[in-house]
């Protein structure tokens, strides 16, 4: 890791909405309220708060309660009283080259329309639709059409498999399920519908499923529960205003399900006030939105980045956000700098494994384009090497374009330590916590660490983008963020850190059994349930190792069930269940099979065993293993 220090030039430092970092991060934690207070005050509400932050009830937090608003007041209706209305609130283009754009007033009659057809349909405030589409904007409009009318919207990642979809639609109790008949990918067809029938054969609670027609093949629709999202926007019950539902500032906007230790997917739950204000807040401030950029975000709207960053905190700040259909490299390595040279993006926002990925097709691709709208850069999603960050910072922001490389979690609902314009960079590190954000490296004991030393990442304070509770288990959010530290109350990260001498903090990994590939969340048990629910394989074990494009790659090790032999039929049969059961980002690079597992004597797998060896490393202290 390097220490060189990369400072911003006059231009950034004039240009910058926060123009001076110490006093003002100092003045935001010893008066959080004050300051979060300040955030809400650039938002319309129907009605102001009674309290910040109801603390009550903690870690339950009420932020902002007694207040009034929607979600969807801020994005959209705002912008709808003057002139505003006719800027491009986003810019859509397809995989197949297609594009859509949409002014504030046209993203109005979408969402109205979809809002009319939900209700019509009979969804009702409080309910939990599930949304599984493909990168189109329709997903947006279905997305901010549930938030209108007071349900919450569930959004299954498209990458998931009918296994998958069917546990989140069943946790959720969704009667309505959105999707499309399919999406493009690498310039294939990914046959949503299908995927989403079988989903439904498994999903009782399904009486409604409304699909859009993206990809045009022969899909089947079952009478009586499958509607045509194009016919319903013909019938009279689309058409018409739509009022905007007002809610409770603590009401639920939506879930999202995220990866924990155990098998079992976390349903998180945001809600419409303390979201609105953080995720608009950290966005204005990071990136130095104003209503003139065009911003975009080029992940997938299905995960949290997209949630706030591509459809929320943009519109709320009267941003033009881009969404895009597809991969990065194809059809040519060259997908994102056509995209920033024909829009003439001021901001991206990415991964550190798509930088990778494109890092490694040359220079040529970026230089063949005119880049020179950019003016920030921003990284998510995993500790970024120093390699990948140079190139971004030389190659594709020519040495002008500051990278904010933002840390925050699923939980945390939008990003907590991450530099704001005017922060010198270090090449790697996140830097430090942004205002109100009281973060902090601590042992065991909760004593915090000396510089340079490893330790626990611990958020020491409330701040409104918080989950408000896991659905259906408000004992599990306890237990896996608030009870580690429970006496002080503060928040378990999940993740290893350091803070060097200057005050930056340093994200080294998970502590848990969380694991990070190609930025995406997922659990070794969630793997290993997958691989151990294909007959031949009696008990299973997955590490990740380093993975030059994708940071890291998972590897299984498996044990067969007794009447099998190992074979690489065996192998590739095994792989396609995992594909099948959970999507291709948890398919494991690579199959081992063993005859047996180091456990510790309580029957615990011991993966840090399995991995030290797969490194050639010394496996350390040994004295719990069984055998
Ligand atoms: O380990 C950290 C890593 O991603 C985890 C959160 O994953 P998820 O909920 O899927 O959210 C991803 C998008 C925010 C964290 O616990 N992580 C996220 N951003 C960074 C990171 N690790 C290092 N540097 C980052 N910038």
């Keep these: 890791m390097t220490d060189k220090l990369y400072k911003p030039s006059e231009k950034t430092i004039n240009e910058a909405i926060i123009k001076e970092y110490d006093n003002k991060y ?3 934690i010893d008066n959080s309220d004050k300051y979060w207070e300040e955030q809400a005050e650039y938002l319309d509400w129907y009605k102001k708060w009674d309290k910040v932050v109801d603390e009550s009830n903690a870690p339950f937090y009420k932020w902002f309660s007694g207040a009034k608003t929607n979600i969807i007041h801020n994005a959209i209706d705002r912008h709808l009283s003057d002139s505003h209305r006719n800027k491009l609130a986003f810019i859509w ?31 009702r405030k409080g309910e939990i639709v599930t949304i599984y589409m493909p990168q189109i904007p329709e997903l947006i409009f279905a997305m901010l059409a549930c938030a209108k009318i007071g349900a919450a919207h569930s959004v299954v990642y498209a990458g998931f498999s009918r296994e998958a979809l069917a546990e989140r639609i069943k946790d959720a109790s969704s009667k309505v399920l959105l999707t499309a008949d399919g999406g493009w990918r690498r310039g294939k067809i990914v046959d949503l519908k299908s995927i989403a029938n079988e989903a439904m054969k498994r999903s009782p609670t399904i009486e409604v499923c409304i699909t859009v027609k993206r990809t045009g093949q022969e899909v089947e629709m079952e009478q009586n529960r499958d509607f045509w999202y194009h016919d319903l926007c013909a019938l009279p019950i689309a058409s018409g205003k739509c009022e905007t539902e007002e809610m409770n500032a603590e009401d639920m906007l939506f879930i999202l399900y995220t990866s924990g230790t ?7 739950v945001h809600a419409h006030g303390g979201y609105s204000v953080y995720i608009s807040s950290v966005l204005r401030t990071v990136f130095d939105i104003k209503e003139d950029d065009r911003w975009w975000c080029a ?3 299905g995960w949290i980045t997209g949630h706030s960053f591509i459809v929320y905190a943009p519109l709320i700040n009267g941003a033009t956000t881009v969404l895009y259909e597809g991969a990065p490299t194809y059809p040519y390595p060259d997908r994102f700098w056509r995209i920033i040279s024909n829009y003439g993006v001021n901001i991206l926002y990415t991964s550190p494994t798509a930088i990778r990925g494109l890092m490694r097709f040359g220079d040529s691709w970026v230089k063949k384009h005119d880049v020179s709208s950019l003016r920030l850069l921003g990284t998510v999603g995993e500790p970024i090497n120093p390699a990948a960050w140079e190139w971004y910072y030389n190659i594709v922001g020519d040495g002008n374009c500051q990278i904010m490389d933002t840390w925050w979690q699923t939980e945390t609902g939008g990003f907590m330590i991450s530099p704001y314009p005017i922060t010198p960079l270090k090449p790697g590190s996140a830097t430090k916590p942004l205002f109100g954000i009281d973060a902090d490296v601590v042992d065991e004991d909760g004593n915090k660490v000396k510089p340079g030393e490893q330790g626990i990442l611990v958020i020491k304070k409330p701040w409104p983008g918080m989950a408000q509770t896991i659905l259906h288990d408000a004992d599990r959010f306890k237990e896996v ?17 350091r803070i060097d001498e200057d005050g930056y903090f340093w994200i080294i990994a998970r502590l848990d059994d969380v694991i990070k590939v190609s930025g995406y969340r997922l659990g070794t048990a969630e793997v290993e349930s997958a691989l151990v629910s294909h007959s031949s394989v009696a008990e299973a074990a997955v590490i990740t190792l380093p993975h030059e494009l994708r940071g ?25 269940h995992v594909r099948s ?19 510790t004597r309580s029957g615990k797998i011991m993966r840090r065993v399995l991995k030290a060896k797969a490194q050639g490393l010394d496996p350390g202290d040994l004295s719990t293993i069984e055998d």
């Design 262 to 268: 155990t098998g079992k997917p976390k349903g998180i």
């Design 93 to 123: 283009q397809g995989e197949p080259g297609d594009e859509r754009h949409f002014s504030y007033h046209k993203l109005d009659k979408e969402v109205s329309a979809f809002a009319n057809i939900l209700k019509a349909m009979g969804v």
């Design 581 to 599: 059961e959970m999507g291709p980002i948890a398919v494991p690079e690579t199959i081992k099979f063993v005859d047996s597992l180091p456990k």
């Design 26 to 28: 100092k003045f935001s």
């Design 552 to 576: 890291n790659a998972i590897h299984a090790y498996v044990i067969l069930s007794q009447d099998y032999t190992a074979s690489d039929k065996l192998n590739d049969i095994i792989k396609e």
């Design 481 to 497: 963020y608030w009870s580690k530290y429970e006496k002080q109350g503060w928040y378990l990260a999940g993740d290893s850190a």
């Design 299 to 301: 992940a997938d709207p």
